[in-house]
């Protein structure tokens, strides 16, 4: 890899890290520093050009040195535009569906690139479409006009910009860019630890595409430990961020004897204890999170690593609950008790995938 593109890799993670630290400048970064678990944008005014990957840039499990090297500069460019981690790994992921991370000169039509984009839908010229830091530009630039992108699934995200014939196809490379994004950033010699807030690595995403409902320890229920997230019976429960299922559990009883209810059937709000089906997943850096009353026995299991996206069960109305919905916990410090709890909705907010429904 090119000393130019370690070097822009290095500048925007570093910058980030001081941005939770509070030292950051506006030197080289824009903007005030911020403080742990704030929300910070990143965006880059150094003049130069980023350079292309070089050829001899290592290969990274199944991927060529030139795949790694076009997703390394996928990812540079998007640091260098200040656009949020999410962003990286949808602009990755597709692609990776589009052309592998092989920068074609030809394919579908008039087809050119990383992107696949057209000419002759406003993309640019062939020549233009071949230069892998000029795609990826035009991608997050039409990715950033797309309202609520942050809060999509990557599916939808990546057809918002792309229009493709098959836009399913893009679910698949979630996993696989989100790792080879964490990947490429680590070439440089530096963790992607702290990307969107202090102890937290990232891309994340909203578990639910849903408004807030019941919200964090309100008067009304001091003992609620996380949010309601008001989703329909058998929408797709999706992990939060990357890690490793650490709990797959029934968790329903009765709340007079403690007898066991079971989560073959809907809970109640007075007669059931308990958070029906759920889920844990242990991140990097002590953090948990929680998926309560899935409707069907979870897709996953215990000591399974999952990738942010990856689909773990689905919303029903198992436990302590009046009806479907998903309750969702954030933890710390690998605390998975009451006393390790956050609000989710200012900690998700700072992860760049605020919860609640597209703005």
């Known amino acids: 890899m090119t ?14 890290l001081l941005l939770c630290s509070g030292l950051a400048t506006t030197l080289i970064f824009g903007g005030g520093a911020g403080a742990c678990g704030m929300t910070g944008s990143v965006t880059a005014t150094a003049s130069s050009a980023l350079g292309a990957a070089p050829d001899g840039t290592a290969p990274i499990g199944d991927w060529s040195a030139e795949q790694v090297g076009n ?50 839908q406003g993309w640019g010229t ?29 599916t939808e995200a990546a057809q918002a910009v792309q229009v493709s014939a098959f836009p399913d196809a893009y679910a698949k490379w979630e996993g696989p860019a989100t790792r080879l994004v964490t990947a490429t950033a680590g ?36 003992g609620h430990d996380g949010v309601d997230l008001s989703a329909p019976r058998g929408t797709v429960i ?49 953090l948990l999170t929680r998926y309560c009353h899935m409707d069907q026995p979870p897709m996953v299991a215990v000591g399974q690593p999952v990738a942010a996206g990856q689909p773990l069960g689905v919303v029903g109305s198992t436990g302590h609950s009046s009806g479907p919905h998903l309750h969702y916990e ?30």
């Open 330 to 359: 954030v933890h710390q410090s690998g605390d998975a008790s009451p006393n390790g709890a956050i609000d989710p909705v200012p900690f998700m907010a700072a992860q760049n995938a605020p919860l609640g429904t597209r703005p």
């Open 71 to 120: 997703a390394a500069t996928i990812t540079a460019v998007g640091m260098h535009l200040g656009v949020p981690p999410r962003g990286w790994v949808i602009a990755v992921a597709t692609a990776m569906q589009e052309s592998s991370l092989i920068n074609t000169p030809g394919g579908d039509r008039d087809s050119v690139g990383l992107f696949q984009q057209r000419p002759s």
């Open 187 to 222: 070439t440089a010699g530096l963790s992607t630890e702290g990307l969107a807030v202090c102890g937290a690595t990232g891309p994340w995403t909203q578990p639910v595409l849903a408004p807030v409902g019941s919200g964090f320890r309100s008067s009304d229920r001091p």
């Open 238 to 286: 999706r992990a939060a961020s990357a890690g490793t299922v650490r709990t797959v559990r029934c968790n329903a009883v009765h709340a007079d004897t403690g007898a066991e209810w079971g989560c073959d059937r809907d809970g109640d709000p007075v007669l059931t204890r308990g958070c029906g089906w759920y889920v844990d997943i242990a991140h990097a850096g002590g």
């Open 3 to 16: 000393t130019r593109l370690l070097s822009w890799i290095a500048i925007a993670v570093a910058g980030v």
């Open 126 to 154: 062939p020549e233009k479409l071949q230069d892998p830091r000029y795609t990826a530009t035009k991608f997050y630039q039409r990715l950033q006009t797309v309202d609520g992108w942050q809060a999509m699934p990557l």
